[in-house]
């Protein structure tokens, strides 16, 4: 595709549900990232992947997150037992190169309530 | 936590002058990106500078880094009602591959 693709634009479950948001980066980016974004502030680090593996997952901010890249490609952010402080933007990037500028999607906007 | 921090927080100015939006940051770095985002809508790379630069320019943008005081600024001259936005800097610290940023600077420029 000519950008990158995240899914769904808008997501409103309950408290405690489980919760999957997925990124199609642009085609041959082998780096990936997810950010998350309060209202107010800026994009915050979630994880990146370099090909299929977590190279850094430092801002996952506890176990109930998780992602996955199985094939290098399209990527899924997995948010268990969400709770309502998890209400934000996940924002989701791709690049070639990991010290240039990164291409982000639209974001996916969760609601917990 | 974030490395970088913009300001000022908000800035509100006429169409044709010219803003400006400051950015300091903690750690040595690789290089620095400034983004805009509008409202409601992904982040948009405007321009990335080098370490071992200090000003670059790109259309209506300039750009300038101060390694020794840990800081950087984007001006836009010129400003434009389409140019109201959030803008972000984005610091890559040497030897790391993540980007880390600011909280932002929303800009307003009034017809």
């Known amino acids: 595709g000519a950008g990158v693709s995240q899914t769904p634009s808008n997501k409103v479950t309950e408290k405690g549900k489980y919760v999957e948001l997925r990124c199609d980066p642009i085609?041959?980016?082998?780096?990936l990232y997810w950010y998350r974004q309060s209202l107010g502030q800026g994009p915050e680090f979630l994880i990146y992947?370099?090909?299929?593996?977590?190279?850094?997952d430092s801002g996952l901010p506890n176990d109930r997150f998780f992602a996955v890249r199985p094939e290098g490609s399209v990527s899924t952010l997995k948010i268990q037992r969400t709770e309502r402080g998890d209400s934000a933007v996940y924002l989701c990037?791709?690049?070639?190169?990991?010290?240039?500028?990164?291409?982000f999607g639209e974001g996916s906007r969760l609601t917990v309530l | 936590s974030q490395q970088g921090e913009e300001d000022p927080q908000a800035l509100s100015i006429q169409e044709g002058e010219n803003a400006t939006m400051n950015c300091s940051y903690k750690?040595?770095?690789?290089?620095l990106q400034w983004y805009r985002q509008n409202s409601g809508r992904g982040l948009v790379h405007l321009i990335l500078?080098?370490?071992?630069?200090r000003e670059k320019h790109s259309g209506r943008l300039r750009v300038t880094l101060d390694t020794s005081k840990k800081s950087s600024s984007l001006l836009i001259t010129a400003s434009r009602a389409a140019d109201t936005a959030s803008y972000f800097c984005?610091?890559?610290?040497?030897?790391?591959?993540?980007?880390?940023f600011g909280k932002g600077t929303m800009l307003l420029v009034s017809p």
């Open positions: 992947f370099q090909g299929t593996g977590a190279a850094d």
């Open positions: 085609s041959g980016h082998t780096a």
């Open positions: 990037a791709s690049t070639q190169t990991n010290t240039g500028e990164l291409f």
């Open positions: 500078i080098r370490s071992n630069e």
């Open positions: 750690t040595s770095i690789n290089n």
């Open positions: 984005a610091t890559r610290i040497s030897g790391y591959s993540t980007l880390t």
